[in-house]
């Protein structure tokens, strides 16, 4: 059974940064495109970054661009988000996400698996 788990969330003041670390039981996750995505309350759920199976490939939604950076450990079965220069509009629920697809999608109905997510709080 695939089993996503989000953590790493909390409270940040603006400017500051946090990882969050998402823990995948994925079968054959190397080879499984995965991404961030995040909700705000009252919000659509957006994407954030993905990454290919191999990490050769990134893509980051144009707000976190240049402040967030995707990464995993095919290894440990872990992919991380860090998050630099934090603004109070990134406050959301941060979730991590399986891509259906090998290319990265930025559609939601495109990825299969879903962690519950991690809260991520900026203050201003």
């Known amino acids: 059974q695939v089993q996503l788990v989000e953590s790493g969330g909390g409270l940040v003041q603006a400017g500051g940064s946090l990882r969050l670390s998402c823990a995948a039981s994925?079968?054959?996750?190397?080879?499984?495109?995965m991404g961030w995505f995040r909700q705000a309350p009252g919000k659509e759920r957006e994407f954030v970054a993905g990454?290919?199976?191999?990490?050769?490939?990134?893509l980051y939604a144009d707000s976190v661009k240049g402040r967030f950076t995707i990464s995993r450990d095919n290894a440990k079965n872990m992919v991380y988000l860090r998050m630099n220069s934090l603004k109070p509009e990134d406050t959301a629920v941060y979730l991590c996400?399986?891509?259906?697809?090998?290319?990265?999608?930025?559609?939601?109905?495109?990825?299969?698996?879903w962690g519950q997510g991690t809260q991520v709080t900026v203050s201003s």
């Open positions: 996400a399986a891509d259906r697809w090998a290319l990265i999608s930025t559609a939601p109905s495109e990825y299969d698996y």
């Open positions: 994925v079968q054959l996750f190397s080879r499984k495109t």
């Open positions: 990454i290919t199976g191999n990490g050769d490939s990134t």
